[in-house]
């Protein structure tokens, strides 16, 4: 039976509450899911409830946002204790940065003449991690921009007027917080960016994984970095990332699967 091992909920930038992930699954006849917010675990709770109701496993996880060289390297952390004191302080302290940020965005798109308001981001984005989606469902609220990707071309993407960038943990980092905290650290969608350099610092650091299946993958960057991964005993996980039907990137739920000997495997490596 499959397992989708990276899915967003509302308490980031997804569409779709924890409950209704789960009843999703449960419909897709997935044995498990992980939950990979970015650099929040505020969905778990929820979500393991509602797999307990649906008979659907519910592996706690998280996708933390790290940068190296100009790029942005995501590190999916799973099963990590939920109560490390560590892992907690620094998402709190993630958390802050990102109110911090969103402050100084909000302060320069007022400069611009929009009257958008933290209240108006928070009030959208929850108890989740605040981010630039938030934002940019606020902007279409008071009609500045007619879509999120209007607000990112014109506004808030990098290198917009009113962009402010937030502070990132480095790789080793993230990977290292994770492996402490008792986790299983994988890194994301390789495919994405050319991660390549850092590969021997995040194993040293304890990486247990890359993501080797990914809706943005090829068929043969798939078994690329399933080779990798044999080649350096990781584990090769994957997963559809899906955020919600309009998500910029279209990932289907469940579009992306891998058996569940995966699962055991990353329980091996956890603790
Ligand atoms: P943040 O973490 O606040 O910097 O926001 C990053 C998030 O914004 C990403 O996870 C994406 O979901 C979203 N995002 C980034 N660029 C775009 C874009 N051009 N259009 C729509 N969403 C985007
Ligand atoms: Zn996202
Ligand atoms: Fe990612
Ligand atoms: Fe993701």
Redesign the pocket.
């Known amino acids: 039976m499959p397992a989708d091992m990276h899915i967003?909920t509302t308490y980031?930038?997804g569409g779709s509450t924890p409950g209704e992930i789960v009843g999703m699954a449960k419909l897709l006849k997935l044995e498990a899911i992980a939950i990979t917010d970015?650099?929040t675990i505020a969905g778990i709770q929820q979500a393991l409830y509602a797999g307990v109701a649906n008979g659907v496993e519910v592996i706690p996880g998280i996708e933390l946002?790290s940068y190296s060289q100009g790029e942005e390297i995501h590190i999916l952390g799973y099963l990590v204790d939920l109560s490390d004191r560590l892992f907690l302080e620094k998402l709190a302290a993630l958390c802050e940065a990102?109110v911090y940020?969103?402050k100084r965005m909000i302060e320069k798109l007022q400069e611009l003449g929009f009257p958008v308001t933290m209240e108006m981001t928070k009030d959208i984005s929850g108890r989740g991690?605040?981010?630039?989606?938030?934002?940019?469902a606020a902007m279409i609220k008071i009609g500045a921009v007619k879509t999120?990707?209007e607000?990112?071309?014109k506004y808030i993407?990098?290198g917009c007027p009113a962009y402010v960038?937030?502070y990132k943990m480095a790789p080793v980092e993230a990977v290292a917080l994770i492996k402490s905290a008792g986790g299983a650290p994988v890194l994301a969608h390789p495919g994405l960016n050319r991660p390549g350099y850092l590969l021997e610092d995040l194993i040293k650091a304890g990486l247990a994984g890359i993501e080797a299946d990914h809706p943005s993958h090829s068929t043969e960057q798939s078994n690329y970095f399933k080779r990798l991964a044999r080649q350096k005993g990781l584990i090769a996980t994957g997963g559809s990332d899906y955020?919600s039907p309009g998500?910029?990137e279209g990932n289907r739920f469940g579009m992306t699967t891998v058996p569940y000997s995966v699962v055991e495997e990353l329980k091996k490596r956890a603790g």
């Open positions: 967003h980031s930038d970015h650099d946002g990102r940020r969103m991690s605040l981010g630039r989606p938030h934002l940019a999120i990707f607000a990112f071309e993407g990098e960038s937030r955020h998500h910029k």
